[in-house]
């Protein structure tokens, strides 16, 4: 065990025991090929640690893990309240750890402490939880037809799911994955991204600490191309669960249509919010910002598109910026003032840099930031908050995701032109919109070509609501009752009680 854990000292004096291997089977391993991946602190570029990353022999051993527990009466068969009590036991674990699975997360991802502890960690306890409470109420149905016949349904897990999350959310993904999941008493195989690899190595401590047989959660860190595509095409996974990039989206729907795998694909978004001349216009900023500005923009269902309509709108811009330079405070993610920490790598600062490069080259008119931010030591992968203005519905700083703190206004004049220009998108994840106008805000929402509307807010979301995309945005939902379909199957089961031949 002591080459498969290390002791480490986060930047915020928090000691604890770093896992650093495979976990298959309840059990730590080394990868096959010894390979690692090396994590980096977005804040300071130092190194944190390495730890295992798995090849595709690693994923078969998993799998078959996976496999042999899926068919283990030890999970096959327990009834579904001790089910409920597994997940509710790893939620109160989670719970109580949620003070060192925080620090991880800032320390690893850069997103500011008390959004960890505060919303990352209550959302991944919350929907541990909240799947807790659905595994003794998840049932099929009677369906009456004759006197002749019985005809019942039966809601079955699916398989042995892989499950391939990304790095802005490690924890609360891992926990959308695995609540539903489990719920229905499916086995898993769970990548977590390259970025960030360690939170999720503490949570399985977690998981066999809570009592989940061996073999029914395999954590595996890996590169997307090799862990990754071996999950995505790998015969004995029956489900696939991704979230992600909508390239790599496409990626996988391809691969996994070798066993016809069932899918369920959460990716990117160019989401718009719209603020119409009746809006309350304090609202809009402060929720506008919210929903670009917070986990520095890297979030899926950011509402990156701003419009506004033309009778506010020189007063939303001027409002807008006054609003980011007194809240986008960005600094290190371990004080308490931060609102803004470092973007995740330097992969991802350098993709938002190429925006700005583009926003400019383009005649996007800069309003604010536009550049590196220097100031927190000289190092860290920082970008000062940006705002673009004058932006064509041609530019690609208008048609593309940025993934960062980075956003595009732009005037419109008539509802109708509103919808138009906020559809024309391959994307259709989220939307939001401000009006006080009811009738107008419902007229509206219906027409979004969108999974999510936010009326007077932007990305509130909430695990009891299923969350998912349309068009190039996803296919499938999670969270929610909704979040129980993507990980169970429908059986029918037809009893002749009368049909003599
Ligand atoms: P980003 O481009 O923002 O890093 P990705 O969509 O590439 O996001 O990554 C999200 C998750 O998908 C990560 O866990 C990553 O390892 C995985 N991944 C990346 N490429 C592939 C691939 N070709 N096949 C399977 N998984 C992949």
Redesign the pocket.
């Known amino acids: 065990m002591s080459d498969l854990s290390v002791e480490l000292t986060a930047p915020n004096g928090v000691k604890y025991t770093q896992p650093t291997g495979l976990f298959i089977n309840n059990e730590w391993v080394k990868s096959r090929s010894r390979e690692k991946i090396t994590t980096i602190n977005p804040t300071d570029e130092t190194q944190i640690t390495s730890v295992y990353s798995a090849g595709p022999e690693d994923v078969d051993i998993a799998v078959a893990a996976a496999r042999k527990a899926f068919k283990d009466p030890s999970w096959r068969d327990i009834s579904s309240t001790e089910r409920g009590d597994l997940l509710y036991k790893l939620s109160q674990l989670i719970e109580q750890h949620k003070e060192t699975l925080a620090t991880i997360e800032t320390w690893d991802n850069g997103k500011p402490y008390s959004v960890a502890l505060n919303e990352d960690l209550a959302e991944a306890a919350g929907t541990i939880k909240y799947y807790a409470g659905y595994a003794d109420k998840i049932h099929g149905q009677v369906i009456d037809t004759s006197p002749a016949k019985l005809a019942y349904t039966i809601r079955e897990p699916v398989g042995v799911c892989g499950q391939?999350?990304?790095?802005n959310y490690p924890l609360a993904m891992a926990a959308w994955k695995l609540g539903p999941a489990l719920c229905c008493g499916n086995t898993v195989v769970l990548?977590?991204?390259?970025?960030t690899p360690l939170s999720i190595l503490y949570l399985a401590n977690l998981i066999k600490e809570a009592g989940f047989p061996p073999g029914v959660v395999n954590i595996l860190n890996?590169?997307?191309?090799k862990?990754?595509?071996a999950?995505?095409q790998h015969l004995g996974i029956d489900k696939i669960a991704?979230?992600?990039?909508t390239?790599?989206?496409r990626?996988?729907m391809k691969?996994a249509s070798v066993n016809m795998k069932n899918i369920t694909l959460e990716t990117g978004g160019k989401s718009p919010l719209l603020v119409f001349d009746d809006a309350d216009l304090d609202q809009a900023v402060k929720w506008a910002h919210i929903g670009i500005m917070s986990n520095m923009g890297q979030i899926c269902t950011a509402t990156s598109r701003v419009m506004v309509q033309e009778g506010v709108y020189d007063q939303f811009v001027s409002a807008f910026k006054e609003h980011v330079a007194k809240t986008s405070k960005v600094g290190n993610p371990f004080e308490d003032s931060t609102f803004q920490g470092p973007q995740v790598t330097k992969a991802?600062y350098d993709r938002v840099l190429s925006y700005i490069d583009s926003g400019k080259s383009e005649g996007a008119t800069l309003v604010a930031g536009g550049e590196a931010y220097k100031d927190v030591g000289g190092k860290g992968f920082f970008i000062a908050p940006t705002i673009f203005t004058n932006v064509k519905d041609n530019m690609k700083i208008f048609r593309e995701e940025v993934?960062g703190p980075f956003v595009v206004i732009v005037s419109f004049k008539t509802e109708e032109e509103a919808i138009d220009r906020a559809n024309d998108t391959t994307y259709g994840l989220a939307s939001a919109l401000f009006t006080k106008d009811v009738v107008k805000a419902h007229r509206v929402a219906r027409r979004l070509e969108s999974g999510m509307v936010f009326i007077n807010s932007s990305n509130d979301s909430d695990i009891r609501i299923p969350f998912g995309g349309v068009k190039m945005s996803g296919i499938g939902r999670e969270l929610g009752e909704a979040g129980l379909s993507a990980y169970s199957s429908l059986k029918s089961v037809h009893c002749n009680l009368g049909n003599w031949l």
């Open positions: 391939i999350i990304p790095w990548k977590a991204a390259e970025q890996g590169e997307g191309r862990a990754g595509a999950i995505a991704f979230t992600g990039s390239a790599t989206g990626e996988i691969m991802q993934f």
